[in-house]
């Protein structure tokens, strides 16, 4: 064990990019607190001299480039040894560290205890090692693990910076957060759009001063983002040095930025940081401060930390969201950045086979599993038809379709179904729709933790939940949300999410020009289709209430039903007086909900387009039928603010469903002024409210 005042000399080698020389800053200032009246002299390369040029505890600073030509690093090594160093702490173990003679030197290998993972770590280990040797307890390398030492940063560069400020409009005391979004490698560079959404959320939602900061080649990348943005944003791009960028991270509120050496200079300086990570492996070089978040996803192949994407669809970077950065800077605002370090679950499986509505009223889930897992990847199995509905979802990382009726029908497709999930190796599925055929896939593909509900072949689960969902007693989405239980997730959301696409909304709006609707004219959509004859209101009746809406109203209506349905649309065409719009047919999913998204209101069934356009915020006024708890408006019901339920139960027990034998009349009892009635006081709020 070296006495720290007995060395006099020690050579401090950092011959790196600037993100690992930051990482070693703690072993450098480890040095000086051990020995305080030792002269270090330190070498440096071109890009990183600026963290010792002004350094008070660097007595001498060599600048060097470790790919100069041999007879350079010769000289080096020749100046270098007339020294007579008493400690040599090389933290790229160069040929230096083992040609030069000291009393004290950094092992040559580069053997590290099992608490010891990240580089930081790692170049701090090297530094105490050599003075106090590799036995060292992680409670006092922990204590060894000393404070900041921001003196590195130049008065001058800290003027200068000010004064930058000024120039922008900011004094010396405003708060701001600090966006550095450049990166060494297109592979860690995230999107502009998201930076754009990033920006945009800390100046509405917290009202927050942003500026943005990178070096001359960031210009072009950044200039896109505050392009973007919809409020101004303070650009520094290019107009810092290395020591000004230092002040600036230091005077930042919060940093958040995309894997580069701003992230490290932030985490040295222990500011809260954000940081986005793709191929990097962020447990070795992720953000390091007291309070921090590295945003990934756990991909299959990564982290790799290579230099070109292998399979060149860059996914560990592209599937990072905008919601997942804006998650992290929401749990890092409220002081819960733990949240973020949960492993519990890399890999979640989210299983939803059935209908159109089903699938909509389970998207709750899937947000509610990404706040609670950040980092997992979370992928949704749906069958094709439902396919658009979870496409574009930002909480969702994947979305896999299941074809029970054609792809994977026979036992032998279903079977190489399984070997397929099998590949994707996932953590834990939520089966929230039990089918015999969906529990022995989740077993067949190996998935560790397989939860659903004790009914067809829940054997096959890890853990079945007792099935009451035909007691109606509340939501199908909170019956969803039974089953997170099991992951110790207690929240219950009733948010549907349904993703708007652009192409749908260029569709309907051409499909509405055509049809002589204009932006300004107000439009109900009805939809008089259904999967069960038990959920039909009669024809009769909608085209009376048709009429009704567009006489005495004067809003036009369109009449909608998938393709499957279209004569129920044609019956209603013979029947009404006025002249409806024609969609029957028209509109996959996806164009559906931009439908329903310029319509003022939705009349309909009790049926899957219900939810849709309760995803979209149009208000709905559904008719139900049938006396039963499991199928009642409790469970299936709308659950928009502005939503009404029809329903006018009839005292019929046993329901015979669609075999009825009275004529559906607790469907025939429902009248069209009473209907009419709820429409007409939705749509005169509507009015009012987009008149305010």
Known sequence: MAEGQAVKKILYMTMSNLGDAVMGLPAFDFLRRECPAARI????????????????DAAELIVFDKHAPLKEKIALYRRLK??????????????????????????????????????????????VSALR???VSADEFKELDGPRNPSFIAHKDSDALLELLKQEGMGVGDEFVLIVPGARSSLKQWSAGGYAEVVGEFQKKYGKTVVVAGDKGDEVFVGEICARASLPVVNLCGRTNLGMLC??????????????????????????????????????????????????????????????????????????TPFDVLLAVRLMMEGKEERFCRERYKRILV????????????????????????????????????REIVEGNPYLDQVIVFDKDRAQRGFWSTLAFSRY????????????????????????AGIGERIGYDRKGAYFLTQALPHKKQEGTKHEVEYNFDLLKVLEIGDVSQELYMPLKQESDEFVADFLMRLGVGQKDRLVAVNPAASCPSKLWPVQKFAGLIDRIQKELGIKVMVVADAAHRSVSEQIFNLVRTHPLDGSGQFSLSRLASLFKRCDLLISNDSGPVHIAVAVGTPVISIFGRN?????????????????????????????????????????????????????????????????
Request: charged content about 20%; proline content about 7%.
């Open 41 to 56: 002299t330190v070498v440096a390369a071109p890009r990183t001299k600026g963290l010792f040029e002004h350094h008070p």
């Open 82 to 127: 007339k020294e007579g160093f008493d400690v040599v702490v090389d933290l790229k173990n160069t040929f230096y560290r083992w040609a030069l003679r000291s009393r004290y030197k950094n092992s040559l290998h580069n053997r590290y205890p099992s608490w010891v993972v990240h580089f930081y770590q790692k170049h701090l280990f090297k530094a």
């Open 133 to 135: 040797g590799p036995a």
């Open 247 to 320: 002040a600036l991270i230091m005077r930042a509120e919060m940093v958040v930025g995309s894997d580069s050496g701003a992230l490290q200079i932030a985490s040295y300086l222990d500011r809260p940081v954000i940081g986005i990570y793709g191929p990097t492996d962020e447990r070795l070089y992720g953000p390091w401060s007291s309070r921090s978040i590295a945003v990934r996803k756990n991909v299959l192949c990564g982290p790799c930390s290579r230099a070109a994407c292998a399979t060149g669809g860059h996914a560990c970077i592209q599937t990072i």
């Open 351 to 386: 299983v939803r086979t059935d209908r159109i509505g089903d699938v909509v009223l389970s998207t709750p889930v899937v947000k509610v599993l990404r706040e609670h897992f950040p980092s997992s990847f979370i992928a949704m199995m749906v069958a094709p038809y439902t």
């Open 421 to 444: 999930l099998a590949r994707l190796s996932f953590d834990a599925a939520i089966v929230l729709h039990p089918t015999l055929r969906v529990h022995l896939l989740m077993f067949l």
């Open 628 to 692: 039963q708890a499991g199928l009642s408006p409790r469970r299936w019901g709308p659950i928009g603010p502005r939503d009404v339920v029809v329903h006018n139960p009839q005292p019929c027990f046993p329901c015979l469903a669609h075999d009825c034998r009275k004529g559906f009349a607790c469907l025939d009892s429902v009248g069209i002024e009473e209907v009419m009635g709820h429409a007409r006081r939705i749509l005169r709020e509507g009015k009012a409210g987009k008149a305010n």
